[in-house]
């Protein structure tokens, strides 16, 4: 059973335009989240990430919206570039008994295509 | 410059053959991890450890080994025992347990690609 999904395959977008990508989980337990970029044969790149006690994060183009009552986050990349055509995962950390590390958990990811 | 370090990129094994990846970090980062990427599906994971001398079995453990000796290495051996070892295989470092209400970002290796022939 997936505790966190991206419904999402894929998602073409026009370069210049705003890409939204979306995560939804199901474990309330979640204390954080973040986003990785990754393109073929490399490892994921990190990109953003947010607190669970936060309902926004912005970097740059980077903006992930977090919405605790839905159990859905999101990621706007404005304005889209060609370079930002990847694939992109989300993660959410559970965390452990006792406050210890927890481990992350990801979606199984969305292609992004950027169009020039 | 600092980062994860994975080698080889490309590696090829016979089946029945035991086979070690190798990660080293100079990130001086506690917490080292692995993962295994399947073809349209997301990262899961193998082994994880938090500090030298321990490790924790993750999601899929199951045919695979590890050791944590130094803080800076985290090898993978993947046995015989793996029924399915042809895959992408990817190491992560982090800092180790955050402050309530932060992050702990991991930060990934270039990958492995293991194919047994």
């Known amino acids: 059973d997936q505790q966190v999904k991206q419904n999402s395959p894929s998602l073409s977008v026009q370069e210049g335009r705003i890409s939204i990508l979306n995560c939804d989980y199901t474990?309330?337990?979640?204390?954080?989240f973040l986003w990785y970029k990754k393109y073929p044969a490399e490892g994921p790149t990190f990109l953003i990430s947010?607190?669970?006690?936060?309902d926004k994060n912005e970097d740059g183009r980077f903006t992930v919206f977090l919405n605790k009552s839905a159990k859905h986050l999101s990621l706007h990349i404005v304005p889209s570039q060609p370079g930002d055509s990847a694939v992109y995962f989300c993660?959410?950390?559970?965390?452990?008994?006792?406050?210890?590390?927890?481990?992350?958990?990801f979606g199984k990811g969305t292609k992004l295509s950027v169009k020039p | 410059d600092g980062g994860i370090t994975q080698s080889p990129k490309y590696l090829f094994r016979k089946e029945g053959q035991n086979v070690t990846l190798s990660c080293e970090q100079n990130?001086?980062?506690?917490?080292m991890y692995w993962y295994r990427q399947d073809p349209g599906q997301g990262l899961r994971l193998i082994y994880y450890?938090?500090?030298?001398?321990?490790?924790q079995k993750g999601d899929i453990a199951e045919g695979y080994s590890v050791s944590r000796e130094k803080k800076e290495s985290f090898p993978l051996t993947v046995t015989s025992a793996q029924k399915n070892p042809t895959a992408f295989y990817l190491c992560?470092?982090?800092?180790?347990?955050?402050?309530?209400?932060?992050?702990?970002?991991?930060?990934f290796g270039p990958g492995t690609r293991l194919t047994v022939l």
């Open positions: 993660a959410a950390n559970a965390p452990r008994r006792g406050g210890s590390q927890g481990n992350l958990i």
């Open positions: 990130l001086n980062h506690d917490a």
């Open positions: 992560a470092s982090s800092m180790g347990p955050p402050l309530a209400g932060s992050t702990d970002t991991q930060y």
């Open positions: 450890s938090q500090i030298v001398n321990d490790f």
């Open positions: 947010i607190s669970s006690i936060k």
């Open positions: 474990n309330s337990m979640f204390d954080y």
